[in-house]
């Protein structure tokens, strides 16, 4: 191998410099005009395909979802609590509180939660059950014999409503069940959602007083009361709160909230585990002129992992906190704020396309409302006061986005959207995140209050939802836009404009004579660099890797197969092509045709299958011949999952193997440190640097002034955010 003169090697460097110095947002306005202008040229749209959007159910996390959606690109939907669980194998599956009838009881699927069919002398109301821990809770003086009435969640969609909707709105997370009349002129409601229990004590006309005792009895767990007027339900052993009963909320039929001070518990331990829990409401407020009934007392059992925080604040009660309340309201004194304490996690390869946030209004005050980033800290005990001489939660100058809030503008559901790709980009990119806020935009008037459910309501579809859609952009293609600079012998490396990806490759040998030209490469995917080129780390058909992190050999192509379940409800299957450079190229089925796909995005590519094999075609008719492998890592992956067996140039005849591409390279004459090693499957960069296995990190050998042009995109790569 030649040397890299000083020269030329200071040269790479300085256009490498330059690259990574100016900021990728420049890169990214450009990179998306010369993106759909090339686009046009390089690729055609795909006729014929089933296209539809789906949940990608590798990606999930505890509080988020992810949606691949017809264009390629992907939505992650993040909810306000948890929608998933772990099972035994420690993986994600929906949670389901679907309450069915159980002999004399009502009970989630999976027993964790219990209601009464109907009251009994001995009954508890509900048992909230967790491995050895479980509250029971029961109504002091409830009337015998009151039947429970279930209502499991069936959301009605409009002719209007997306597919993406429909599979974002989760039916099974939430449930209820109504106990008419348990008390005299009270009704009372618990609703199951998520991993919380909530009860609505409904009372329906006035009384002297408004007192509410529960009897509550606990396993492996102890109850105080907290300053802030809640009750902690924690574990004696290891102090742990488990369980959180916020203090009271309070509200009449037209949304009026009574004050913190208006509704209290007290709390009595009456021996053993046994509690007494008592709820009171204020009787001069609730008996005030203009009340209007009925009114809601709602305490509720939540599990402390809530992934949003939201309240509103007012310039006419500046020190009053409403973090519990189930909307918020913007008007000329009032402020409405919104933050999630974790985004929803991308891939590292992943382009922020745009973001929104949407909020349905419980009332519209035909006013312009805007949204604004939040520039310094800020928690539920937010009040006014503390804005103005504590600099909390203080509003950015700009707006981000804005909208009119009337119905013209509303969807069919009654919700506004806002535009927050801007700071969402920021937070990606590693600023610090204190959320977003809502007030009339400066310049407009406001007579009217806007208002907005918050995710304290008791049905999930009301609650804000916060949605990100971004591309997975891992390799390089003709339709992204690069920048790309020549090393010579040492390889080539590209930096994707739009989310900073760089990919480097390093040429290990060529074909020669009657064979096609082909070089095999060893690729570095800067994307990967924190993990390893395997399953589920990839869509690739391997679940293990004896490469460095972040590297792979380009014959390493695979197929896996995947399915989906359509708009009609049929299981369709598709599969995915990771390429040479780590690229992932979906294939749809064609309509009308069995084993026969397309590329989504139009490169002309066919794949067709057999039980035994799969082979990808060109537009110039050259061939990839995959062969089955026996295993499969994961019940999310079906039959099929092939490797790259030989490439077939149908002009010229000519078949290039895999094995004969291994055999030859492992026959070449390598410099010792150039060579992948069969017994220790260890890669080693040329000349003189060894990556290490866990990181970008460069192990430096003693040549004292010999480089290689490798270590220098790793060092400019580990020192650069994507974003």
């Not at 939907?77 to 679907?98: A, L, S, T």
């Not at 100058?397 to 801007?422: G, H, P, Q």
């Amino acid at each position: 191998m030649k040397k890299i003169g000083t020269r030329a090697l200071s040269i790479v460097i300085s256009i490498l410099m330059v690259i990574y110095l100016v900021p990728l947002s420049v890169y990214a306005s450009f990179s998306e005009y010369l993106s759909d202008k090339e686009n046009r040229d390089i690729a055609q749209e795909p006729s014929g395909i089933i296209r539809d959007v789906f949940e990608v159910t590798d990606r999930r996390e505890e509080t988020v979802k992810h949606f691949r959606l017809e264009d390629g690109s992907y939505t992650a939907v993040q909810y306000d609590v948890p929608v998933h669980y772990k099972d035994e194998e420690g993986k994600w599956q929906d949670i389901d509180n679907r309450l069915e009838s159980s002999g004399s009881e009502y009970s989630t699927g999976n027993a964790r939660i219990k209601c009464a069919n109907n009251i009994t002398a001995n009954a508890s109301l509900f048992t909230l059950h967790d491995g050895n821990r479980k509250i029971t809770m029961s109504l002091d003086g409830a009337v015998k014999k009151t039947t429970g009435q279930v209502t499991n969640t069936e959301t009605e969609f409009d002719g209007n409503a997306t597919r993406l909707q429909k599979l974002m709105t989760l039916d099974n997370l939430s449930s209820r069940i109504m106990y008419e009349d348990i008390l005299d002129g009270v009704d009372l409601e618990y609703v199951v959602e998520s991993l919380n229990v909530k009860e609505n004590i409904i009372v329906k006309e006035r009384k002297d007083s408004y007192s509410y005792t529960f009897t509550v009895k606990l396993n492996n767990l102890e109850a105080e009361l907290n300053e802030d007027g809640s009750v902690s339900i924690y574990d004696p052993d290891s102090e742990e709160t488990v369980y959180v009963i916020p203090a009271p909320v309070v509200y009449d039929a037209n949304m009026s909230y009574a004050d913190s001070s208006d509704a209290y518990y007290t709390l009595t331990k009456t021996g053993g585990n046994e509690y007494k829990l008592t709820v009171t409401a204020d009787a001069d407020w609730m008996n005030a002129s203009g009340r209007a009934f009925p009114v809601t007392v709602d305490p509720a059992v939540n599990v402390p992992r809530s992934s949003v925080v939201d309240l509103d604040i007012s310039s006419s009660s500046p020190d009053r906190s409403s973090p519990s309340d189930i909307s918020m309201y913007v008007s000329s004194t009032w402020r409405s704020y919104w933050k999630t304490t974790s985004l929803p996690a991308l891939p590292e390869s992943a382009y922020v396309i745009n973001a929104t946030i949407s909020l349905k209004a419980a009332q519209m005050g035909n006013n312009y409302v805007g949204v604004y980033q939040i520039v310094d800290e800020w928690d539920s005990t937010l009040t006014w006061n503390k804005t103005v001489n504590n600099d909390q939660g203080t509003f950015s100058s700009l707006v981000m986005d804005y909208v009119c809030v009337k119905s013209e503008n509303a969807d069919a559901d009654d919700r506004f959207t806002w535009d927050i790709t801007r700071v969402a980009k920021f937070w990606y990119n590693g600023t610090a995140n204190h959320g977003i806020g809502f007030r009339i935009v400066d310049g407009t008037s406001s007579t009217v209050t806007s208002s907005f459910y918050t995710s304290e309501n008791t049905l999930a579809a009301n609650r804000p939802i916060l949605m990100i859609n971004y591309k997975d952009m891992k390799g390089t293609e003709p339709y992204w836009t690069f920048a790309s600079q020549s090393a010579g012998n040492a390889g080539s490396g590209s930096v994707n404009l739009a989310n900073g990806n760089l990919v480097f490759s390093k040429p290990l040998l060529s074909t020669t004579d009657s064979l096609m030209a082909y070089t095999p490469e060893i690729v570095y995917n800067s994307a990967l660099a924190g993990t390893k080129y395997e399953y589920p780390n990839v869509q690739i058909s391997y679940w293990g890797c004896a490469m460095p992190n972040g590297f792979k050999i380009s014959i390493q192509e695979t197929l896996i197969k995947k399915s989906f379940y359509d708009k009609t409800g049929s299981l369709k299957y598709f599969y995915i092509w990771a390429d040479g450079d780590a690229t992932e190229h979906y294939f749809m089925p064609v309509e009308g045709s069995s084993g026969k796909y397309k590329d989504e995005d139009g490169l002309q590519l066919t794949l067709d299958v057999t039980s035994t094999s799969a082979v990808i075609t060109d537009s110039s008719g050259t061939k990839r011949n995959f062969t089955k492998l026996s295993g499969v890592p994961s019940s999310q992956v079906y039959e099929g999952w092939y490797h790259l067996h030989c490439i077939e140039d149908n002009v010229q005849g000519d078949r290039l193997s895999r094995s004969h591409l291994l055999s030859e390279w492992l026959r070449k004459p390598h410099h010792a440190s150039e060579v992948l090693s069969e017994p220790t499957r260890q890669f080693r960069c040329p000349r003189i640097f060894q990556p290490r296995r866990d990181a970008h990190t460069v192990h430096q050998k003693t040549q004292p002034k010999r480089h290689h042009l490798c270590s220098v995109f790793l060092r400019l790569h580990s020192s650069r955010q994507s974003y």
